[in-house]
């Protein structure tokens, strides 16, 4: 319920900075900055917080001090008084508060069920958090349609103290915890190596960096097309919304019923369909048909979102779950006031249309890139079969039986090979550690990695 309030009034936030700015797209872009700005520099460090101390407690402070915040400024609003340096000041308090709440609460996941049951809480959680992003505007809309700004704020504002209470009522002993010694050594740095040593972990948070910089301003740029490039008003506006929403809640559903670690290709093939739909929007002649196009964007919005979630979720050790999922969000949502500013100044100078379909080109070019890199990698390939475009996944090296070894080819545990071609191996004395052979590229490492 609070994310859907919270995105609710991040709506009604562009709504009233477009009356207080004279329908400026620059304005829009700078308090999205603002607003995202505090993910941007605080997300590390709140990952480590939960990965040190008690993540429900961190939880309720949290979203204690965003209740208070959202209230002060919906009252604000509600009394008429509201300024655009008002709208900025909040935008940023109530930043900093979402900044420490989001990658504590996408950690705490772990925590309220047992480890069978984890990759469908994981799934639950992601398709929560991306249907509030897109439904949070669209419910938004309507009731722009039928209230006022004001009405909004406090309607918000009430779906945002609603997890204070949920989390107090909560119960630590039936909680499923790691030791807390496991916590003790968290440090921010030691997150980035595991995720730097971790391929598969890399690619969708480095995938995901770029369309939710780029490909995910739709707050920005649906408010600015619907009232510049359409003319119409805030009813209009929440039928583009809702259009989004109803494709998202589509493809939250289809990624909900995930039962295991979902597939690299998967999250590429998403994001380069994405890429190719939000390009369309762009190019949409007239309201019905941008609002048809939004239906399938939407789909694949969350449907690429919940899917790169979980391969980083379900493929990250517990200890660092914190601070890995403290990079997600940091990469997803800490890159939004770049984005955000340039889409609001490109639009401002180009036209709205311009944001969206230059969004949708760099998103589908780099599904392409991580495609091309995932191949190069993997040793996979690409082939056509009639009319059919097939996945040809590299066959496993066979490593030939020991018998069947030249004996020149058998490396002794001193590594040298005697002169008449006989390989005599030194057995360890008795009691002495024995060591296992590391490979060389790190590539087994990472796919046991992977498989856990």
């Not at 309507?142 to 949920?166: E, K, R």
């Not at 739909?277 to 019905?288: D, I």
């Not at 639009?347 to 495609?371: Q, R, T």
Request: net charge positive; proline share 6%.
């Amino acid at each position: 319920m609070k994310l859907i309030g919270v995105w609710m009034m991040f709506t009604a936030q562009d709504w009233l900075v477009l009356d207080l700015s004279g329908n400026s797209p620059g304005a829009l872009g700078t308090v999205a900055a603002l607003q995202f700005l505090p993910v941007l520099l605080l997300t590390l460090y709140s990952g480590r917080l939960a990965d040190r101390y008690d993540k429900r407690k961190l939880l309720v402070a949290a979203n204690a001090v965003f209740a208070v915040t959202a209230i002060v400024f919906a009252l604000l609003v509600a009394s008429g008084s509201v300024v655009l340096w008002h709208v900025y000041l909040f935008a940023g308090l109530l930043g900093i508060a979402n900044a420490v709440e989001t990658p504590v609460r996408q950690a705490f996941v772990s925590e309220l069920v047992e480890l069978p049951l984890l990759p469908n809480a994981l799934a639950l959680s992601a398709a929560t958090f991306n249907c509030a992003r897109i439904s949070g505007p669209a419910l938004a809309g309507v009731a722009l349609a039928v209230f006022d700004t004001g009405p909004v704020f406090l309607i918000a504002t009430v779906l945002a103290i609603a997890p204070v209470f949920s989390y107090l009522r909560m119960r630590p002993a039936e909680l499923y915890r790691n030791a807390p010694a496991a916590k003790k050594g968290a440090r921010v740095l030691d997150g980035l190596t595991y995720v730097r040593k971790r391929p598969d972990l890399m690619l969708p948070i480095a995938l995901m960096a770029v369309v939710g910089m780029i490909g995910f301003n739709f707050p920005v740029t649906l408010a600015a097309l619907a009232k510049i490039n359409f003319h119409a008003g805030p009813s209009s506006f929440g039928l583009l919304t809702t259009t989004l929403a109803v494709g998202a809640l589509g493809g939250a559903l289809a990624g909900s019923a995930r039962r295991a670690r979902p597939g690299v290709y998967l999250v590429i093939g998403a994001a380069i369909v994405f890429g190719v739909l939000e390009f369309a929007v762009g190019f949409a002649p007239n309201f019905l048909v941008a609002m048809l196009i939004l239906l399938p964007t939407g789909f694949f919005s969350i449907y690429l979102a919940q899917a790169a979630n979980h391969r980083v979720q379900m493929g990250v050790d517990a200890e660092y779950r914190g601070r890995v999922m403290a990079l997600y969000v940091l990469v997803f949502l800490g890159t939004t006031p770049i984005g955000a500013s340039v889409t609001g100044w490109w639009g401002e100078h180009f036209g709205v249309p311009a944001s969206i379909w230059c969004a949708g080109l760099i998103c589908f070019v780099a599904g392409v890139v991580a495609l091309i890199w995932q191949l190069r990698v993997s040793g996979d390939r690409i082939a056509l079969r009639g009319r059919r475009i097939t996945l040809v996944r590299k066959a496993p090296e066979e490593v030939p039986a020991p018998e069947e070894v030249p004996a020149s080819d058998v490396v002794p545990a001193s590594g040298v090979v005697p002169a008449d071609g006989v390989a005599v191996i030194e057995e360890p004395p008795v009691g002495a550690p024995i060591r296992a052979a590391r490979p060389a590229t790190g590539v087994a490492e990472a796919e046991l990695s992977s498989a856990r």
